[in-house]
């Protein structure tokens, strides 16, 4: 087992995990802690150390609203401890591996948890990697910093650090990566076979992290779990890119709500001050929360780079829950309706008005969609149009989930299961649950290791086949309370609004 590792900066020691042959590294760092000169600025290498460095615990958290307050479903499900260390000195990763050797060259998976870029840690219980490191996959998960720490924009910023005036948590997940690849052999990975992958605002980071042409070689594959939206109606601001003009009237706001004029005073205040100002502004609905293009990391929407074929085209699994972020027509009346249908379908608003759906109102408003599916779809079908398409697989995530909250498959959900790390969730699952997370957790790591989801379980049994979804063929695989069916898309209703997606793009 490998239980010291070097890395460029000095050598490190972890710890057995629940497994022993599995070891983990918690609390590696990888840049500098982005403190006092340090703070909105992209991350500076770190200083190395003599003799070996313990790595047994998680860091400290990124700045963020304290977890487990509240009584909301994510409090329930795993931001459950309000005592968890929290810093700005934030930037650490973490690795298990079950290499004997450096010299194994397992495939790599390095995960950017989600949460809004507002919230969100490594340590959540739900990221355990010890389930795929002992699919003989080293498994890294990167911090980086959120919200005004991790994304203010402001005049100053971008008058002062043209090379990096923005993006500072894109470009810790960057610095992450690129540890990775200078570093992970040591781990016993291969830095030829790097997976990124991430869940929400995680997966939006795959996106930007693609759409990044800097990144060009530094990753094969990419998963995106709920992190492509797109809508054929008035597009939900949150899912709306914003340029550093417009991100930097709010950080001129926040300027403002800090009591300080310039960049200089804002770095010398203390990091709790801000947490806590930003917070009543986030509050308020102004908030930094969206990849803006900043014209050095991010030059475009993430997903229209996907769908015309600038981004770093990999191989990519996609999907989403069949509960989260739905869209709809905003309407009061039939009037309206028919008035809104035109607007947004033009010749094609009988046809839209032909269908059930769009006649029926729910609380996302008329013809409610799922957003991520739609998003996910979109960019698939236009990446097969491109010459020499890569893989695209999609998934929807559709099983019954237990609780006296009948919470159905809420956003986040289907992280227990790609992780199979269900024994830590307190919700009453049963064998069939588990059995559904073994093999969602086996789909996913052989896609991690060769691009193609399809293979074996962990019992040898063949895997159902999932076929990948194109224009021509559009291949579903609904991972449902029975297990993974494959299937044609069923829903023409989808199909129709997909056609007015695909010429957004």
């Not at 977890?67 to 459950?80: A, F, K, N, Q, S």
């Not at 408003?365 to 960019?379: D, H, I, N």
Request: charged share 25%.
């Amino acid at each position: 087992m490998i239980r010291i590792a070097n890395t460029e900066t000095g050598k490190v020691r972890g710890l057995p995990a629940a497994d022993p042959r599995i070891t983990s590294f918690k609390g590696i760092p990888f840049a500098a802690p982005p403190v006092g000169e340090n703070r909105w600025r992209a991350p500076q290498p770190c200083e190395s150390w003599e003799g070996v460095r313990d790595c047994f615990e998680f860091a400290p958290i990124s700045m963020q609203d304290t977890p487990g307050i509240g009584d909301d479903i994510y409090c329930r499900e795993w931001h459950v401890d309000p005592e968890i260390p929290m810093s700005e000195d934030c930037l650490y990763l973490n690795v298990w591996t079950n290499a004997k050797s450096p010299d194994e060259r397992l495939p790599v998976l390095v995960w950017f948890f989600g949460g809004g870029f507002q919230w969100g840690y490594t340590s959540e219980m739900e990221f355990d990697g010890e389930r795929i490191a002992r699919r003989g996959i080293v498994v890294v998960t990167v911090n980086y910093r959120l919200g005004a720490f991790g994304f203010l924009c402001h005049p100053e910023l971008t008058a002062s650090q043209p090379d990096a005036p923005a993006n500072f948590g894109s470009l810790d997940q960057q610095a992450g990566l690129k540890w990775v690849k200078r570093n992970i052999a040591n781990f016993g990975g291969d830095p030829d076979n790097i997976t990124i992958a991430g869940q929400s605002a995680g997966g939006g980071s795959v996106m930007a992290q693609m759409e990044c042409k800097l990144n060009e070689g530094l990753f094969q594959k990419a998963v995106v779990f709920s992190g492509m939206f797109t809508s054929p109606y008035i597009p939900n601001d949150f899912f709306i890119p914003k340029t550093l003009e417009e991100a930097g009237k709010t950080g001129v706001e926040l300027f403002d709500c800090l009591g300080v004029k310039t960049l200089e005073e804002a770095r010398k205040l203390d990091a709790e001050y801000i947490r806590s100002k930003y917070s009543e502004l986030r509050n308020q609905g102004r908030m930094f929360f969206t990849i803006v293009s900043d014209g050095k990391f991010c030059h475009a929407d993430a997903l229209a780079a996907f769908c015309d074929g600038t981004r770093c085209r990999v191989p990519v699994l996609a999907g989403n829950t069949s509960d989260e972020f739905f869209e709809g027509l905003r309407a009061e009346n039939e009037t309206q309706l028919k008035e809104s249908a035109g607007t947004f379908f033009g010749d094609g608003a009988e046809e839209f008005l032909s269908f059930e759906q769009a006649r029926t109102k729910g609380f996302a408003g008329y013809g409610a969609v799922s957003a991520p599916e739609l998003g996910v779809k979109t960019a698939f079908i236009r990446e097969s149009r491109l010459a020499d398409p890569k893989p695209c697989y999609y998934y929807r995530f559709d099983p019954d989930i237990p609780g006296d909250d009948h919470p159905g498959t809420f956003h986040s959900v289907d992280l227990w299961f790609f992780f199979e790390t269900l024994a830590k969730c307190i919700r009453p699952f049963e064998g069939r649950h588990y059995d559904i997370a073994r093999q969602m957790c086996d789909y996913w790591c052989n896609f991690i290791k060769t691009g193609d989801p399809n293979g074996f379980d962990l019992n040898g049994n063949k895997l159902p086949e999932w076929k990948t979804y194109t224009d021509a063929e559009r291949n579903e695989m609904v991972f449902t309370r029975d297990g993974a069916v494959a299937q044609d898309e069923q829903d023409t209703f989808t199909k129709f609004l997909l056609k007015y997606t695909d010429k957004r793009y």
